[in-house]
């Protein structure tokens, strides 16, 4: 099984920025134990602050991967370009959030990319990522 995730802006900069929503440690230092925890599946990651190198991921895996799993970021809740992405390719998508959205900012509480996901999973920190992993072993 090959699964890619992918994250959007400012996710490099997990375990240092707004540890009270999003924790402390890193996604470099979570991933490797994802693929401790995962062996048996091809796990790659990727990660962008510029919107149009996330469609670009999108399109290059989105028809050779059994599944995607993707943290959009604030592009989760402004960006039709991922959303149209995200529909015109074969891969399942599942979003995923560290924090819980709708106990946020009301403008976070309305995801542009739901609709065209497999599913969502938010609001269990970094574990979210995991749970979004199982989906597709399940």
């Known amino acids: 099984m090959k699964l890619l995730i992918i994250n959007g802006p400012n996710l ?9 929503i999003y924790g402390t440690e890193s996604f ?10 995962f062996a048996n599946i091809d796990l790659t990651y990727f ?8 469609i670009n991921s999108l399109h290059e895996h989105g028809f050779n991967y059994d599944g995607i799993i993707i943290n ?15 529909a015109g390719i ?31 999973i938010m609001g269990f920190g970094l574990e979210s990522y995991r749970l979004a992993i199982q989906s597709f072993v399940n």
């Open 28 to 37: 470099k230092s979570y991933y490797e134990q994802l693929k401790q925890d």
């Open 12 to 20: 490099n900069l997990l375990g240092v920025r707004e540890k009270s």
């Open 90 to 120: 074969q891969t399942p998508v599942v979003e995923v959030h560290i924090s819980n959205t709708l106990t946020r900012e009301d403008f976070r509480h309305k995801s542009i990319i739901g609709p065209v996901c497999k599913g969502c």
């Open 72 to 86: 959009a970021g604030a592009y989760t809740h402004t960006s039709v370009a991922i959303r149209d992405a995200i």
């Open 47 to 54: 990660q962008s602050n510029v919107e149009g190198e996330l």
